[in-house]
């Protein structure tokens, strides 16, 4: 059964930090790429950081300098560590996972609430 799996949301203060996990079954990460989104009420979904099979990375202008992607491959597991975080980056965060627009999987979410 192929599933992503997200994981490390919670609740922080401003200014703390999380790193966020997400997890592959099922397939490998190989040659995929791998974008963490966010969704916050009454908002669209947004792309937040992406890194490729060949491990380039990009990030949204709002989380540039506070938020890393990294992937470990052993584990086929990627990660997003979060720092300097703002109540506006309280968001359900999501994983995806796209191989060329031919195959696509969706992790369930996890949330992060950043709140004094």
């Known amino acids: 059964e192929v599933q992503l799996v997200e994981s490390g949301g919670g609740l922080v203060r401003p200014g703390g930090s999380l790193r966020l996990s997400c997890a592959a079954s099922?397939?490998?990460?190989?040659?995929?790429?791998i974008t963490w989104f966010r969704q916050a009420p009454g908002k669209e979904r947004e792309a937040v950081s992406c890194?490729?099979?060949?491990?380039?990375?990009r990030y949204a202008d709002s989380v540039k300098g506070r938020f890393t992607i990294s992937s470990d491959s052993a584990k086929n597991t990627v990660y997003l560590q979060m720092n300097s975080l703002k109540p506006e980056d309280t968001a359900v965060y999501y994983c995806?996972?796209?191989?060329?627009?031919?195959?696509?999987?969706w992790g369930q979410g996890t949330q992060v609430t950043v709140s004094s």
């Open positions: 099922g397939f490998t990460f190989g040659d995929y790429s």
């Open positions: 890194i490729n099979s060949s491990g380039l990375t």
């Open positions: 995806n996972a796209d191989l060329h627009g031919v195959v696509n999987y």
